[in-house]
């Protein structure tokens, strides 16, 4: 019997979020709105995705002794996900700078901060949490030997569900155990480097070939791609106004993951997630975008 439907192993970030007109290129001053601060960090907004959906959800991170460590684990703990896994460093709480412009694109850069201190070790001493949930859910923000600790000390049976972001050269036994591997357009170019064409139709093959279990490619209005041994299927979006795209793919993923250990198969999954990603842009911020099962359009 399983403590958790859903273990996120990953960062969290205050978001620092000023909204432009139009993002500024290279040595270009653009002036914004005043600054907003939101929760966020993938994987804390996955693990906050995933609580408000109704999943019993634990997070293992790392934030600072700081007041955005603080608010994180206030958002956590409203949301219902379990913070026992989550360590407290005196490294600053990582933060993530965010600019979003009136069509809801945004470009981030993220100071890692106390995220780049959770370690290998803080895994190996995770064991119980480790073994608590059928699936674990892991992105890039923290530090490559910790995901590749956690693809090697999955218990028996469990799932591991990869989102590489921000993209990186994956290790083959990484690689091997994701079940799926979940890349957005500029993810997928990444990994797969000159080798990727154009259509994203060639991506899914192209990417189960690197050696994941099975593939997502996400594409925003476009709905996503879903591909296994069975074969590669589109799976649609539902249309909505767009009004800040961040940390919708963290919904996505922590939605797909969580009913995939609920037993859905991949284009079901994928499916439900579209409807979570896609509620998630019509609302400011990321974690405070993130819809309850009711809210759900079509619930
Ligand atoms: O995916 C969105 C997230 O990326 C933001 O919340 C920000 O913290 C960065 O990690």
């Given at each position: 019997?399983h ?5 996120i ?18 040595g ?8 907003a ?14 609580a ?29 996900v ?11 709480t ?6 979003v ?8 850069v993220?100071s ?21 949930a ?20 999955l ?96 919904a ?14 991949l ?11 896609s ?21």
């Amino acid at each position: 019997m399983h403590h958790h439907d859903l273990l996120i192993v990953g960062s969290a970030n205050a978001d620092l979020v000023v909204a432009v007109d139009r993002r500024p290129a290279a040595g270009e001053t653009v002036l914004g709105s005043d600054l907003a601060v939101h929760t966020g960090g993938k994987g804390a907004n996955q693990a906050v995705a995933a609580a408000r959906l109704g999943a019993r959800t634990a997070l293992l991170a790392r934030v600072g002794d700081d007041d955005h460590g603080r608010l994180l684990l206030t958002s956590l703990r409203a949301a219902g996900v379990d913070t026992a896994g989550v360590l407290v460093d005196e490294a600053p709480t990582g933060v993530a700078l965010i600019v979003v412009d009136p069509g809801g694109d945004n470009s981030i850069v993220v100071s890692q901060g106390a995220n780049a201190r959770l370690t290998p070790d803080d895994i190996r001493a995770a064991g119980d949490l480790l073994a608590s949930a059928p699936v674990v859910s892991v992105q890039l923000e923290i530090p490559l030997a910790t995901v590749t600790e956690v693809a090697r000390a999955l218990a028996p049976g469990a799932r591991l569900v990869l989102n590489p972001s921000p993209p990186a050269p994956l290790p083959d036994e990484v690689l091997a155990v994701c079940d799926p591997l979940i890349v957005n357009e500029h993810e997928a170019r990444v990994l797969l480097g000159d080798s990727a064409g154009e259509r994203p139709e060639d991506w899914a093959p192209a990417l189960l070939a690197l050696g994941p279990r099975s593939v997502v490619v996400t594409l925003g209005a476009a709905g996503a791609l879903v591909a296994g041994p069975d074969g590669c299927e589109r799976v649609p979006s539902p249309r909505v106004e767009p009004v800040d795209t961040t940390g919708a793919g963290d919904a996505f993923t922590a939605a797909l993951a969580w009913r995939l250990g609920r037993g859905d198969d991949l284009p079901r999954a994928a499916a439900y997630a579209a409807r979570v990603g896609s509620a998630a842009v019509t609302r400011k911020g990321a974690q405070e975008s993130y819809p309850t099962a009711e809210e759900l359009p079509g619930a």
